[in-house]
């Protein structure tokens, strides 16, 4: 299987926000973020879809984006945070964590043809790195 986008960003090919890495996962900011603190929390084996992941990778996924969302809900202290799993863009299992504030609305994209704001996202990675 080729490498994916997040495959060669855990073997530090291509830099991200990243805000906590363990053995099994890492968790790095979107840089098109639905909002503030949209965190992606990634599997280092890499496969398709997350319910193929062996049974201890798929623990440790769960286990980090545990960790990352409490994480955001501590620094950012949003009324929620949410959860979307579903894979379309990129074939590597990931999960997105995202502070929800006002419903489903929060859970839409923004535009990825627009530059990532470099200099906030660096801000807010060193402020939720664990």
């Known amino acids: 299987m080729k490498d994916s986008v997040f495959t060669k960003i855990i073997k530090g090919e291509i830099p991200c ?3 906590y890495e363990d053995d099994k996962t890492i968790a790095f900011l979107d840089i098109h973020p639905a909002q503030r603190g949209h965190a992606l929390v990634v599997p280092k084996y890499q496969v398709d879809e997350f319910q193929n992941l062996p049974a201890a990778d798929y623990q440790a996924l769960w286990e980090s984006v545990q960790k990352v969302a409490k994480r955001l809900k501590d620094v950012i202290k949003p009324p929620r945070i949410g959860v979307h799993v579903e894979g379309f863009l990129v074939p590597h299992a990931h999960v997105h964590v ?3 504030h006002s419903g489903l609305r929060d859970f839409v994209p923004a535009d ?5 704001d470099h200099d ?5 990675a060193n402020l939720l790195a664990f």
């Open 17 to 19: 926000y990243k805000i």
């Open 98 to 100: 995202i502070p929800i």
């Open 112 to 116: 990825s043809s627009n530059e990532p």
């Open 120 to 124: 906030s996202l660096n801000e807010l």
